[in-house]
Structure formats: structure tokens, C-alpha cells
């Protein structure tokens, strides 16, 4: 029996960019992403460091698209969410949510 797969926030918050941006999540895209809706400046260091180790986990694949004259002929490589990392991430959020329930934490 495989064992349960524990995100970090930063990969919870990864991932949520991922799926939000489907199919056009690069890594500039994933970062202006997070940088706009969860209002958190990320570094590339840190965004590409947690997007290999989602890649290593299985919970994200990875592809290049076609190279561009706008990148001096280089590829993006595109980011899109496994079905292992579907399951991963919705049960993390349905742990949050069942935290979450009953405390007034977001009323105020």
C-alpha cells in the first residue's frame, strides 16, 4: 500500500498555480500566478527547487514547447499536474478545510 503524499504549503501553493494557469504553466507564468493571487514574492531559485521536487514526487510532469525567437531560440518547459498530484492536493486542502471548520478565523 503506497503511503500518503505530505505537501508543504509552497507546494500546495505551486501546485494551485499549475492548475489554475493549465496548459500554459511555465515558470514565469507560475510565478506572477502565485505573486498576484497569494500576494508572495517567489524567487526563481525556490519556485524551480520545489517544481523538481514535485517532478521527483510525480505529482507534476513536464514538457518543452517550441523554441521561440523571443528566447534567443530556447524552449519553455511547460508544467502540468499529475493525477497523482490531484489527489495529493485535494486531499491536503480537504484537510485545511476540515481544520478550518468551525472557527470564525475568516469571518472577521
Given at each position: 500500500m503506497k503511503s500518503e503524499v505530505n505537501l508543504g504549503?509552497?507546494?500546495?501553493?505551486?501546485?494551485?498555480?499549475?492548475?489554475?494557469?493549465?496548459?500554459?504553466?511555465?515558470?514565469?507564468?507560475?510565478?506572477?500566478?502565485?505573486?498576484?493571487?497569494?500576494?508572495?514574492?517567489?524567487?526563481?531559485?525556490?519556485?524551480?527547487?520545489?517544481?523538481?521536487r514535485l517532478e521527483h514526487k510525480q505529482l507534476v510532469a513536464s514538457t518543452l514547447g517550441d523554441p521561440t525567437p523571443e528566447r534567443g531560440g530556447k524552449a519553455k518547459r511547460f508544467y502540468s499536474v499529475t493525477g497523482a498530484g490531484r489527489t495529493a492536493i485535494t486531499a491536503a486542502q480537504r484537510a485545511y478545510r476540515s481544520l478550518m471548520n468551525g472557527l470564525e478565523l475568516l469571518e472577521h
Open positions: 504549503e509552497f507546494e500546495q501553493i505551486v501546485l494551485l498555480a499549475i492548475l489554475r494557469l493549465d496548459p500554459a504553466a511555465y515558470g514565469a507564468a507560475i510565478r506572477h500566478e502565485i505573486e498576484s493571487c497569494a500576494h508572495r514574492a517567489v524567487t526563481a531559485g525556490a519556485l524551480y527547487t520545489t517544481l523538481m
